[in-house]
T-cell receptor, first 112, second 114 residues
């Protein structure tokens, strides 16, 4: 089945630790995205990538980093510089940046 | 600037009622795209529809219908004869022609009671 997978579904980390969230897609999509969702805030764009080895900052990139070494993978690292990392993180992909985005199941990160 | 406003934070209806979710957008682009997504309690966003700015025809898909009006910058979503399974958060989103990114509204939580 084609789709987007995110792992793990729930993640707990201690304050000050970096953590990497996985996002993989087998849809052969060129573009991939990371969003953060907080209660009542809607979705806010962290980073997006239109092609391999290229990515751009979104609205809330501070404290996050990404890489795009392979077309199917777009991991997100939440660094210790992110002041309030506890949130629901959603990964998405699209054929091109002008097409509808399809979303993964999300990862709920809790920093203790 | 691109902006999407969903003024209704929460809506509650009883099963079989019709319900309309409002979406108002702002953009300076002449070509743009509007989207609706559904987020059930599981958390994954489900794509519902995409509408191009040059196509103002309303669309119907089963119990779902969308009313796009450029004159009022609105793209409203109506669910006819609502069901409990329609309970979810619904997001409206906008994409302009210059950048590929989406701008989301804050979402409307719809609760359908049996």
């Amino acid at each position: 089945d084609g789709g987007i997978t995110q792992s793990p579904k729930y993640l707990f980390r201690k304050e000050g630790q970096n953590v990497t969230l996985s996002c993989e897609q087998n849809l052969n999509h060129d573009a991939m995205y990371w969003y953060r969702q907080d209660p009542g805030q809607g979705l806010r764009l962290i980073y997006y990538s239109q092609i391999v080895n290229d990515f751009q900052k979104g609205d809330i990139a501070e404290g996050y980093s990404v890489s795009r070494e392979k077309k199917e993978s777009f991991p997100l690292t939440v660094t210790s510089a992110q002041k309030n990392p506890t949130a629901f993180y959603l990964c998405a992909s699209s054929i091109g940046t002008y097409n509808e985005q399809f979303f993964g199941p999300g990862t709920r990160l809790t920093v203790l | 600037a691109q902006k999407v406003t969903q003024a209704q934070t929460e809506i509650s209806v009883v099963e079989k009622e019709d319900v309309t979710l409002d979406c108002v957008y702002e953009t300076r682009d002449t070509t743009y795209y509007l989207f609706w997504y559904k987020q059930p309690p599981s958390g994954e966003l489900v794509f519902l529809i995409r509408r191009n700015s040059f196509d103002e025809q309303n669309e119907i898909s089963g119990r779902y219908s969308w009313n796009f009006q450029k004159s009022t910058s609105s793209f409203n979503f109506t669910i006819t004869a609502s069901q409990v399974v329609d309970s979810a958060v619904y997001f409206c989103a906008l994409r302009g022609s210059t950048l590929g990114r989406l701008y989301f509204g804050r979402g409307t939580q719809l609760t359908v009671w049996p």
